[in-house]
Every structure is written in C-alpha cells, then in structure tokens.
C-alpha cells in the first residue's frame, strides 16, 4: 500500500503543500494552503508502507469518520478528507498554542495550575462526550491550550463514535491506546464508557502533581490489568503539600470501577473550578495504599463480574446534570425560598445523580460605597453562605451533593448567566416578580436568565406571581426554556 512521498510544492486536490511540520511513527503533518480558506490549516498524512500494522491504517480511517463530525473549539476543524485508495489524509484547522507534553518534565506542578488545566481539559471532554465521541487517547501529547485559553484535543484514530461502526472494536481485540494512560475498562476490552477518558486525566493529573506515573509504563497486558485492583501509591504520599481536595479528585478519576469516578466531565470540571467545595472522603486524607485484603477482594469482584458496556452518553449526562438553584435571600430575586426548594426538591428526586449549586447574587453598588458588615457586625458574604446552607438542609442531601456560592456583582442577571456558562450548568431553576414598574420598565432578572442563560431554565412562580399574564398563576407552578 505504498504511496508516493508528499513534498514540498506538490498539490494534492487543490492544497498546495508547504513546510513539513512533523513526522512521527503513525502520520505526518504539512503545512497547506488552498486559496478559498483564510485560515492556517495543515495536512495529516499516515506514514503507512507495506506490511505496517493494521491498527495504524484502521485508527486512520477512525479519524477520518469522526474528526468531521465534531464541532465547537475544543477540536480541530475538519476541512477535507482524502481518499484511502488514492491519498489518504486530513486536512484541519492549525490550532495556535502549545501541548501539554513539556509539562511532564516540569513536573510536581503548582497546585493552581493543575486545577486550571484540569477544568480546561475536562470541559474539553465534556464537549465531545455531547457530541457522542469518546476520545480513549487522553494523554498530555493529544492536548493543546489555544492562544484563547481553551483546550483542543487531537488525534481521534483510537476514539469511539456511538453512533459509527467501531471499526477497532470490530478487528481487534487485544487493548488499544497508550499504556500509562488506558483505564482498566477498555484493558477488559470496553471503549463505550465516557469515563474511560476521565481515568485518563487523572494519570495526567497525578503526573502533574506528583512528577511520577501512578500506574508506571507497562509493557504487558499482565502489566496493564494490574490497575484493575491495584490503587496507586496517594499524591500526599509523595508530595506533602497536595490539598486533599486535589487527591480527592484524582484518587477519584483513578477508581478502576468507572462507577466510582465522577459520572460526567462536566461535573469533574465543577470540582476542579471549585475546589473549596469538593467533598472530601477518605481518598482525599488516605496516606498510604490500600491493604493487601482489599486489594484482594477488589480483584475478586472484577474477576467475577463481566465486563459490561455503559449506558449511551446521552444517558449518562442527562442523568448526572448541573443544576443551579438561584435563592432568594433577601435581593428580591426570586419567588419565595420554600417554593423554590420544593421544585428543586422534585428535580433532585428524579435525578438523583445530579450537582445542585446554590447560588446566591450579592448585590453590589454600581456607584457609592459596598458594605462588608450587615447591622449586626456580621460579615454579609459569609452570612449568606450560611444562609444558602439552611436553606438547603430540608433537602436532605448526601454530603458533597450540594454545594455553596455567592457571586457578588452590580449585575444579578449576568452573574447567573456567567456562572451558568463557566461551570457548565444544564439546569437553573429560579423564580422571578412580575408586577414591580421597575422591572416592566428594565426587564427583569428571570427573563434576561430565560433569553441568555446556555441551559435549560425552570421559572417557578408562587401565586402571587406570573412570568407574563397574572391571570395565568398557579400555585407553586413552572415554566422550562431549552436553550441549548
């Protein structure tokens, strides 16, 4: 299956090649140009010869199916495709910015970068895991942070497509992907799960962290299936100053049962924004390995328990979601605290996986003086977070389940909005007064959240309220706005 080396100044259907920017084992990358586009893009070629490995020209074809079908800019924009039988390549959007893999020799990390790259990443998951792909090649190498900020992943030959033939699947059966950084699922020959890629970060995480693989580099599959029952050795162990919020959370990505990990990257992006509301178990204060005995009987279960495919992605997000309950503590925001609750508490009941944030605006001043103390010589931030808390204890929720958050800003409606958007919430629920002249005069806060918010958005309404025609009200009742 030889084919003639590109070069420098050849054409191949109308992209003019330039510079050769790199040449690995699997592919190399040219620079192009094509006169239609105004942007940097580059060409993919495999580096594919007679007698090669058929799982390099089977990942090729992979990313050839999937890479044109994402969207959004934590992936490369897909421009064209080549033909197998004549050229085979890709050519895609060049993304300005630089790999994460000169990180690892920089390695133990600052604690805030860690969790800064961290979020980024795995929204960047979150992004795809939406789009049915799930990548299973998540390594420092195959993430670049753009000039903007946001992380881009790269290289989908060994990813899965939920809705595509899985052609590696269908071929092979020995475990694919880079060994420091398979998860113990698809080493049992699983590459349906999205919580495989979260495993992934985690080896990413810990090497950030700690300066040293948690798993090693294992060369065997007997080497390889050891991180089925064997947990590694905790951060604080090696480095002292690891928070226990941050080995919380990668202890957790580590789980060999994806059931263990967070359920979505969409929530491990939250703890990781959050870090002084991720829950703390014994993950997160463990010093030393787990015992012979349950290292044991962890092997045990995993031998005697199939390996089973997960439930479609959609599925798995849909019943793991973020939902922000916006609480009135005194800003006339929404409708009565306790209705709210009781709408809140209706959601949770049938969701029981999701994240609720609580989440209350301070307002401040746009011009004049901001008050730190309420009359009583009480700090006012700390008494609302407080106060979000009691609010939250009728629920009854399990620890680390809700957590806490006040915004302060002269802008109530765009702070909710923002908080939507950075923490990637799927659900706000809120409440809003109808009647005020102010508000019929500005508009209020709810219906900028319906109009703006990236989430599903719940109004509820006590009865004497109405989002529209006070005709209309109910007891307790509300009203839902998809967007997006």
Same mark, same amino acid.
């Given at each position: ?24 084992? @699997? ?34 074809? @992979? ?140 080896? @990413? ?280």
């Amino acid at each position: 299956m030889a084919r003639e080396p590109l070069a420098t100044g050849a054409t191949v259907d109308g992209f003019l090649i330039g510079e050769k920017l790199h040449s690995g084992g @699997m592919a190399a990358l040219w620079e192009v140009t094509r006169s239609d586009i105004d942007y940097p893009i580059v060409l993919k070629a495999p580096q594919i010869q007679d007698g090669d490995d058929a799982t390099a020209i089977v990942s090729f074809e @992979m990313e050839q199916m999937i890479l044109p079908q994402l969207t959004g800019v934590h992936a490369p924009r897909c421009v064209a495709v080549g033909d197998l039988a004549r050229q085979p390549y890709i050519v895609m959007e060049y993304v300005p910015g630089h790999s994460l893999l000169p990180l690892l020799d920089k390695a133990p990390l600052p604690i805030a970068d860690i969790a800064d790259l961290g979020a980024k990443c795995a929204i960047a998951l979150d992004a795809i895991h939406r789009q049915h792909v799930i990548h299973l090649d998540i390594k420092p190498s195959n993430v670049l942070i753009r000039d903007s900020g946001e992380a881009v992943l790269i290289d989908f030959g060994l990813s899965h497509h939920e809705l595509m033939p899985d052609l590696l699947a269908e071929e092979f059966r020995l475990p694919i992907g880079t060994g420091p950084y398979i998860s113990p699922e698809q080493v049992r020959g699983v590459r349906s799960d999205p919580r495989s890629d979260l495993f992934s970060l985690g080896v @990413m995480l810990y090497h950030f962290a700690t300066g040293q693989r948690p798993f090693g580099y294992p060369r065997t599959k007997s080497a390889l299936r050891a991180r089925l029952w064997r947990d590694p050795v905790p951060p604080r162990a090696i480095r002292a100053d690891t928070p226990e919020w941050l080995q919380e959370i990668i202890l957790r990505c580590l789980e060999s049962d994806p059931g263990l990990r967070h359920p979505t990257a969409a929530q491990l992006a939250f703890d990781l924004q959050n870090p002084g509301e991720a829950p703390i178990t014994a993950r997160g204060r463990k010093t030393q390995r787990d015992s012979l005995a349950t290292m044991l009987r962890r092997r045990w279960r995993l031998h005697s328990t199939p390996a089973r495919a997960a439930l479609p992605i959609a599925e798995q997000i849909e019943a793991a979601p973020i939902v922000m309950a916006a609480v009135d503590l005194g800003d006339d925001l929404t409708t009565p605290s306790d209705v709210l609750r009781e709408t809140v508490a209706r959601i949770l009941r049938a969701l029981p996986g999701a994240r609720l944030a609580c989440v209350n605006v301070l307002r401040l001043n746009r011009i004049g003086a901001n008050y730190v103390l309420d009359e009583q010589g009480r700090n006012i931030h700390v008494q609302r977070l407080v106060e979000l808390r009691e609010w939250a204890r009728p629920l009854g929720l399990p620890e680390g389940q809700a957590t806490f958050h006040v915004l302060e800003s002269p802008d109530t409606a765009g702070a909710l909005i923002d908080y939507a958007r950075v923490n990637r919430v799927d659900h706000a629920i809120l409440g809003a007064r109808a009647r005020s002249p102010l508000l019929r005069l500005v508009g209020s806060v709810a219906s900028r959240v319906i109009a703006e918010a990236p989430c599903t958005v719940t109004l509820v309404r006590a009865p004497d309220l109405s989002v529209a025609d006070p005709a209309t009200a109910a007891d307790g009742a509300s009203d839902s706005w998809k967007n997006g």
